[in-house]
């Protein structure tokens, strides 16, 4: 299964759509944006971490049960995709 499908089925239901933290359901602490610099900045050993064991005193419940290793790698490089591009940078403007 893709990691597109597995977000789409496990995830999208907190994170929302595009990983915004908008999703149907509401926490607090809220949600991550899988956007944000903040989550976008972490090590994918983090962030699978994460996934994996789940945070202490937030919404985010472990999956390690539910998905395999490789289906937890699968959706972090979906949720890399999410970032926004880039704009700008080095020499941006210039000709």
């Known amino acids: 299964m893709s990691g597109r499908v597995i977000y789409?089925?496990?995830?999208?239901r907190c994170h929302?759509?595009?990983?915004?933290?908008?999703?149907q359901m509401k926490f607090t602490p809220p949600v991550a944006d899988l956007t944000s610099p903040?989550?976008?900045?972490?090590?994918?050993?983090?962030?699978?971490?994460?996934?994996h064991d789940g945070k202490q005193n937030t919404a985010m419940g472990?999956?390690?049960?539910?998905?395999?290793?490789?289906e937890?790698?699968?959706v972090l490089a979906y949720v890399r995709t999410l970032a926004p591009e880039r704009t700008g940078g080095m020499g941006s403007g210039l000709r």
């Open 72 to 74: 937890i790698w699968d």
């Open 16 to 23: 929302g759509v595009k990983g915004k933290g908008d999703g």
């Open 8 to 12: 789409s089925t496990t995830c999208i």
């Open 38 to 51: 903040a989550v976008q900045g972490k090590l994918d050993a983090r962030l699978f971490k994460s996934v």
């Open 62 to 70: 472990a999956w390690r049960e539910a998905l395999t290793d490789d």
